[in-house]
């Protein structure tokens, strides 16, 4: 079974994008019921096809599959619930950990959000300066809820 153990922060500052490399991401959502979410994601000319599970804390079963680019941009156009999550995710290399920075784009505009892959839910990491408030947990920064509640209408609930 695949599986993906993260922690998700906001960012504060832009001092991370020095030595960042970004690219485009186009992701939608096949399923976004708890029990699996189904994610069709371009980015780099390249397409993938991934099948999440139940989060229990920071991690959860995670399977993704390599699929023909034009076959994911037919799904993201037709067939995944909108809006589609926009976003520039730029790799941070520091300390031995790689940063995974989303800048959201469209309706989610304004949102910075920092991820870190770990091996197991109890390892130790060094968190950069500008690494703010923790939100692993708080599913209003789970990408598949961000199609229900973009952040741009955060401030009207």
Not at 13 to 40: F, M, P
Not at 87 to 114: H, P, Q, S, Y
């Amino acid at each position: 079974m695949g599986q993906e153990i993260e922690k998700k922060f906001l960012v504060t500052g832009d001092s991370w994008r020095r030595g960042a490399h970004g690219s485009l991401y186009r992701q939608g959502y096949l399923s976004t019921l708890k029990e699996r979410i189904v994610r069709v994601r371009t980015f780099d000319k390249r397409g993938f096809l991934t099948v999440k599970g139940v989060a229990t804390g920071i991690s959860r079963a995670e399977y993704e599959y390599e699929i023909p680019f034009k076959d994911a941009e037919e799904m993201l156009d037709t067939l995944c619930e909108r809006p589609l999550i926009e976003k520039e995710r730029c790799r941070v290399e520091l300390e031995g950990m790689v940063w995974e920075i989303d800048v959201f784009l469209g309706e989610n505009t304004g949102l910075v959000l920092a991820e870190v892959e770990l091996a197991s839910a109890t390892q130790q990491f060094p968190l950069p300066d500008w690494i703010g408030e923790e939100v692993s947990e708080d599913p209003r920064y789970f990408n598949a809820n961000l199609v229900k509640h973009p952040f741009s209408q955060w401030h009207e609930s």
